[in-house]
């Protein structure tokens, strides 16, 4: 007994060691995929922000290979966490579709041990995007800033079109009438040059020319043909619109202009970078921000004492004590009003005190705005440090949350696939980086506290993530749309319909002569109800919350007509099928009592806004009720009156 038993447990040990892998291997298999695939969009979108530098620039291959494998680096980081989401989902939504998940279930494997395998490696995929944010991702970022400055400073690609000026060789404005793609060739060329400034401009014409580039690339070699040469020779007078301006009319046969212009693509030096944020590690974020923290705290104070010595002129610099000393010692000596001293002035001394202290109060505004100016641009660059060296966390643990959102969401909803699990992915995602990207800027502006603003996306996941773990560790059906629909039908007073289909195969047929006493007997109960209750009437406020008493007849109603719609659904005929459908359901409390708790009631009708809303409401079943009594009997009689006419025994 004690050999099989350890058998069944070993066994049952390498069955789990097997579905360990096959988990993994499934998960790993998406997880590649999807990697890619987000990494791919997102650097589509990151290449359109630099399509402008990366277009008409003449860039070799070499260029765009070390652009794109940059900004694949700096992008991997945000790829991870919609990549492990959207594996999760569509990993686990695979084994909820095909019932594998359900078979581990059946075994007796809890989903938190299914689970265990995929967290193990979410771990990992944590792990190495922090390492990756701190040693790969600043390096990465910083060629990346060198590569696209440079791109932004490198000149155009020659390509001169026809028929309008090209102006992106510098000082130089060309129009060419038409060219020749294979000899290069322009005919029809004008030239309008203002190296020299506007008032040495220089208008070229010629039938035609080439245009090459130097070896070096660093020069353009422009030859004419057949033209002519004009430049203003009055260069004094700065008048270009005066029709009797002298100039130089020169002809020519054939002559070769070189143009500066410098083709070469050159790189930046990447140390000019090395100070933002970005392009640090987390060493040498925390070594910047205490260099920053001794920077703002020497700036604070340096200002404070510029301030209290200059603007509140605790001693002018010529050693003479501040007038405002003065008023204040003759004010306490002799107990004389300022207004009284002020008065005592002639005009021209009051002039000049008005002067002074208006001078004063701009230079206070302006050496203000400038000491506003350099704290400001400290206190950014201070944030920047701290709010990149909490990203590096919140970043890395973004992929741990989005295991624990996706895998659950894959587990309840059990769809697999490109489809609803793409969709949903997307959603969480957008909602994720809209939240992070919105309290990320109220950080960066200073608005919010900066562990507040980066941590925030990551206390949102957080319980969302532990609420689906706990829903499908305890099979709830948490995306049940029927029981959604239910709740809402309750809460907004939604008439539930009664959706009946004809039997196919009937055991016991209906008694109809004891349905027509019932029936009968049914639609009596209800007309003598509707006289004695008034249900049209309002009902009583204090009754209603502070006085509960069951209705009794209308639960004795509702339980009949469920039971003569049990037996009349064993009927063959369509007409009495459709007139069951088409009874009402009724809600046999609605009408008495907003709560079936008494406390609740109680306490609804003392908070008088929210009682009379609920009060209200209860009416409105009272009149309903009164309605669904009345269709009842008409419906029995419809009912009474079909069995008659078909001569049902």
């Not at 003392?606 to 009842?632: A, N, S, T």
Request: charged share 20%; net charge positive; with cysteine.
């Amino acid at each position: 007994m004690y050999l099989c038993s350890q058998i069944h447990i070993c066994a049952h040990m390498r069955f789990i060691k097997k579905l360990d892998i096959f988990i993994l291997k499934t998960y790993l298999q998406l997880f590649a995929g999807t990697f890619f695939i987000c990494l791919f969009i997102f650097m589509m979108q990151f290449m359109w922000r630099y399509v402008e530098e990366l277009i008409g620039k003449g860039l070799s291959w070499q260029v765009l290979v070390q652009f794109f494998y940059y900004s694949g680096l700096t992008l991997v980081p945000l790829s991870l966490p919609l990549a492990v989401l959207l594996a999760s989902l569509i990993s686990f939504g695979n084994l909820g579709e095909r019932y594998e998940l359900l078979s581990m279930k059946a075994a007796g494997i809890p989903l938190v041990r299914i689970l265990q395998p995929v967290c193990l490696f979410a771990i990992l995929v944590c792990g190495g995007s922090f390492y990756f944010q701190n040693k790969v991702a600043p390096e990465a970022t910083k060629q990346l800033a060198t590569l696209v400055w440079s791109m932004k400073q490198k000149s155009p690609e020659l390509e001169i079109p026809e028929g309008i000026f090209y102006n992106e060789i510098p000082g130089y404005n060309l129009f060419v009438e038409q060219k020749d793609p294979e000899t290069g060739m322009l005919y029809g060329v004008m030239i309008y040059s203002n190296t020299g400034g506007y008032d040495d401009a220089e208008i070229v014409l010629a039938d035609s020319a080439r245009l090459q580039s130097t070896e070096d690339k660093m020069h353009l070699m422009l030859t004419l043909y057949q033209g002519e040469r004009f430049r203003n020779m009055d260069t004094k007078s700065g008048d270009m619109l005066r029709a009797n301006v002298p100039y130089m009319r020169e002809s020519f046969i054939s002559e070769v202009d070189i143009i500066p212009f410098d083709g070469n693509f050159n790189i930046m030096d990447a140390n000019l970078f090395s100070g933002n944020a970005q392009t640090k590690n987390l060493t040498e974020i925390n070594r910047g921000i205490d260099s920053l923290a001794h920077v703002v705290d020497s700036t604070g104070h340096a200002t404070y004492n510029t301030m209290q010595a200059s603007m509140l002129m605790k001693k002018l610099p010529d050693g003479h004590p501040d007038s405002i000393q003065v008023v204040e010692k003759a004010m306490a000596e002799d107990a004389v009003p300022f207004d009284t001293l002020y008065a005592a002035l002639s005009d021209d001394m009051k002039s000049k005190a008005w002067k002074n202290a208006t001078t004063k109060a701009q230079n206070m505004q302006s050496e203000c705005d400038f000491r506003k100016m350099l704290t400001e641009d400290l206190n950014r660059t201070f944030r920047r440090h701290r709010m990149e060296a909490h990203k590096k966390f919140t970043l890395s643990l973004a992929c741990l949350l989005f295991f624990f959102i996706g895998a659950p969401l894959g587990a309840i909803i059990r769809k697999g696939g490109l489809g609803l699990p793409v969709v949903i992915s997307v959603v969480i995602f957008i909602f994720y980086y809209i939240v992070n990207v919105g309290s990320e800027k109220m950080a960066k502006t200073g608005e919010w506290n900066i562990f507040s603003g980066i941590w925030l996306s990551t206390m949102v996941l957080l319980p969302i993530g532990i609420f689906l773990t706990n829903r499908a560790n305890k099979d709830s059906v948490v995306f049940n749309i029927e029981g959604y629909r239910a709740f809402f039908q309750k809460v907004l007073g939604l008439r539930a319909k009664r959706r009946l289909n004809r039997k196919e195969v009937i055991i016991n047929e209906p008694n109809y002569p004891q349905i027509t006493q019932d029936l009968e007997q049914l639609s009596a109960d209800c007309a003598a109800y509707i006289k004695r209750a008034r249900l049209h009437l309002i009902p009583n406020y204090w009754k209603l919350f502070f006085r509960y008493h069951q209705d009794k007849v209308v639960v004795g109603i509702s339980e009949r007509l469920e039971s003569l719609v049990e037996q009349l659904h064993n009927s063959r005929d369509a007409v009495i099928l459709a007139r069951i459908n088409a009874l009402p359901i009724l809600v046999p409390d609605a009408h008495t009592r907003p709560f079936s708790n008494p406390r609740r009631n109680i306490a609804a009708g003392v908070f008088f806004p929210l009682g009379l809303l609920l009060f209200f409401r209860v009416w409105r079943y009272r009149l309903r009720l009164w309605k669904d009594m009345q269709e009842i009997q008409k419906l029995s009689k419809q009912i009474i009156d079909r069995i008659r006419d078909k001569k049902y025994e």
